[in-house]
T-cell receptor, first 115, second 112 residues
């Protein structure tokens, strides 16, 4: 079974530039998550989708971050404009239903460096 | 905010059992305990989860106390490849969908 695919693996941009990350979840998984992991910290949930609807985006800095999940499958996370503090690994995860007792599967992540 | 407390680091000798504790004293009756681990430069990997009963799979065992306020992840025969950060997570109720809130985890170092 194919896992969660993310691209690119690495990205370096200058501050104030924009960047986009792509995620393809495991086939059939209804729930998709985007996490931000700053070096030395645990992952922080940015946004959670159930099919193509947003379930939770309380931690998403909406003035610069946006995410969409068209047709309830692939998802993109965008940052515009980027700041130095956005340097982190961005992780995508998916789970079958998102309900209690279901596990989430993570991709390898995209490492973003803002200079 | 994370609802769990874990020691920041632990050491274990290769071949011995690694017992990783987690405190979740504010857990609600319908909240599951999950364990994930993260090996350097990789995404978190699911290990095991449980609600009330002890659980075992091919990777580990999960022991949950009767009052559910703490749990222990057991790696029965640790190998060097088990060196990782281990996260104990309690599902946070929000909209009825699971919300995995990670803390800072326990950094397990398995030595020869």
């Amino acid at each position: 079974e194919a896992g969660v695919a993310q691209s690119p693996r690495y990205k370096i941009i200058e501050k104030r530039q924009s960047v986009a990350f792509w995620c393809n979840p495991i086939s059939g998984h209804a729930t998709l998550y985007w996490y931000q992991q700053i070096l030395g910290q645990g992952p922080k949930l940015l946004i959670q989708f159930q099919n193509n609807g947003v379930v939770d985006d309380s931690q998403l800095p909406k003035d610069r971050f946006s995410a969409e999940r068209l047709k309830g499958v692939d998802s993109t996370l965008k940052i515009q404009p980027a700041k130095l503090e956005d340097s982190a690994v961005y992780l995508c995860a998916s789970s079958l239903t998102g309900g209690p007792g279901t596990e989430a599967f993570f991709g390898q992540g995209t490492r973003l460096t803002v200079v | 905010d994370a609802k769990t407390t874990q020691p920041p680091s632990m050491d274990c000798a290769e071949g011995r059992a690694a017992n990783l504790p987690c405190n979740h004293s504010t857990i609600s009756g319908n909240e599951y305990v999950y364990w994930y681990r993260q090996i350097h430069s990789q995404g978190p990997q699911y290990i095991i989860h449980g609600l009330k009963n002890n659980e075992t799979n091919e990777m580990a065992s999960l022991i949950i106390t009767e009052d559910r306020k703490s749990s222990t992840l057991i790696l029965p025969h640790a190998t060097l490849r088990d060196t990782a950060v281990y996260y104990c997570i309690v599902r946070v109720d929000g909209t009825g969908f699971q919300k995995l809130v990670f803390g800072t985890g326990t950094r397990l170092l398995v030595s020869p």
